[in-house]
């Protein structure tokens, strides 16, 4: 794709791990014309993390405008600061105080509890950060367009009452997508890119329909649309599924984690283009789950349902399917957790998990992290 046309824009990746890092180590070679701006708490880390994207880039002839920035999300006045210094037109968060793979770092007791209970676990922690980054962009008055990587399934909806609120989310039901092109593209023998894929789901699915027992029990809505026809499934129905593990496995865990940074660089390409481009996206618009959405370069976003569901019918299914997660209900400045969930957490933090809200999130944050670097010696970054 020629980028020649395209104007120059900023894009501030939050976060510099193991999603921020690659996301603008492929963004910056195909898109070299814009400016990208690490951020992280320390300056030094994030300019070496630029430079390391400067050398990928020089290894293909190319000289982005990659830089390295230094805040605490926790402190909003210096975010904003940075936000209205550099006036990007992409914000994505990438952060994170207790990133999922180090659950396996409980002892097995702890992790095993935490899987089944699903991440409404840690709804609290997985809020903090994203809600810090909103209350920036809020001061800042920015104009930026705000995606948001930490659980945007659950996190997303708790931030939609806000003006700046993240409007997409990345990986979770997107993951699903290529694997079911390609299943599907063998089981009708046809070429992968002549496979249409829309379907509603939260994160339960997207986690659970890869593993050998499948997602037989969780509601979602799949359509599959090829040039002699379409065929539907909504579940519980684990039969796309299962097609899906016997014809289109991959690495999963850590080192399956390309599959997200494919979803979040796609997503954010779509806004640094000049067309409309479909995509999935989890937390869209700030409703819970996933959804199949039409991204127009100026950042807005419409649903893309197939003719037979309406919005209302798309939103019931993934608030049935939360429950999979370890999310009771979820609404604009509130989360519950389930009673499974809630159980799980309290074995694990030996402390009660209350109702989220916006006036006790930061305290549940800071507990719970602090618990868990006194129980388990996570040596996690406490608020």
């Known amino acids: 794709m020629s980028t020649k046309n395209y104007s120059k824009k900023i894009i501030l990746v939050f976060g510099i791990g193991k999603l921020g890092g690659p996301l603008i180590d492929v963004l910056s070679k195909k898109y070299p014309q814009h400016r990208y701006v690490f951020v992280s708490r320390g300056k030094e880390r994030s300019q070496k993390r630029a430079n390391l994207s400067k050398y990928t880039a020089l290894q293909w002839g190319l000289s982005p405008?990659?830089?390295?920035?230094?805040?605490?999300?926790?402190?909003?006045?210096?975010?904003a600061e940075l936000i209205h210094k550099y006036q990007p037109d992409v914000v994505f968060n990438a952060t994170t105080p207790f990133p999922w793979w180090k659950i396996n770092n409980l002892p097995h007791e702890e992790s095993t509890l935490a899987s089944r209970a699903g991440p409404g676990v840690w709804c609290a922690l997985d809020c903090i950060l994203p809600l810090r980054l909103t209350e920036a962009l809020s001061i800042a008055e920015s104009n930026a367009i705000h995606i948001?990587?930490?659980?945007?399934?659950?996190?997303?909806?708790?931030?939609?009452?806000?003006?700046?609120?993240?409007?997409?989310?990345?990986?979770?039901?997107?993951?699903?997508?290529?694997?079911?092109?390609?299943?599907?593209?063998?089981?009708?023998?046809?070429?992968?890119?002549d496979v249409k894929i829309q379907i509603v789901g939260h994160h339960s699915v997207s986690w659970n329909a890869p593993n050998k027992n499948g997602c037989a029990d969780v509601p979602y809505d799949l359509t599959v649309t090829y040039p002699n026809g379409n065929l539907h499934f909504s579940g519980p129905d684990d039969t796309p599924f299962a097609i899906l593990r016997e014809k289109a496995t991959r690495v999963r865990g850590l080192d399956g984690l390309g599959v997200t940074i494919g979803s979040a660089t796609s997503l954010v390409a779509a806004l640094l283009g000049s067309s409309n481009s479909q995509h999935h996206s989890p937390g869209a618009d700030g409703l819970p789950g996933g959804y199949p959405v039409i991204i127009e370069p100026d950042g807005k976003i419409k649903l893309n349902l197939p003719k037979h569901l309406s919005r209302k019918q798309a939103v019931s299914i993934n608030e049935k399917a939360q429950v999979f997660d370890g999310i009771y209900h979820v609404e604009a400045g509130k989360v519950i957790a389930t009673?499974?969930?809630?159980?799980?957490?309290?074995?694990?933090?030996?402390?009660?998990?209350?109702?989220?809200?916006?006036?006790n999130v930061t305290e549940l944050s800071r507990d719970a992290l602090a618990r868990l670097d006194k129980r388990f010696n996570l040596n996690l970054n406490n608020l």
């Open 65 to 79: 405008d990659i830089l390295g920035e230094e805040t605490d999300l926790y402190d909003i006045g210096r975010t």
């Open 148 to 193: 948001n990587a930490c659980y945007p399934d659950m996190t997303n909806a708790f931030l939609a009452f806000h003006k700046y609120r993240p409007i997409l989310g990345i990986g979770n039901i997107s993951n699903l997508v290529p694997g079911l092109q390609i299943a599907f593209a063998k089981e009708l023998s046809i070429l992968q890119t």
């Open 339 to 359: 009673q499974k969930a809630k159980e799980a957490y309290f074995k694990i933090i030996g402390n009660d998990l209350p109702d989220v809200t916006l006036s």
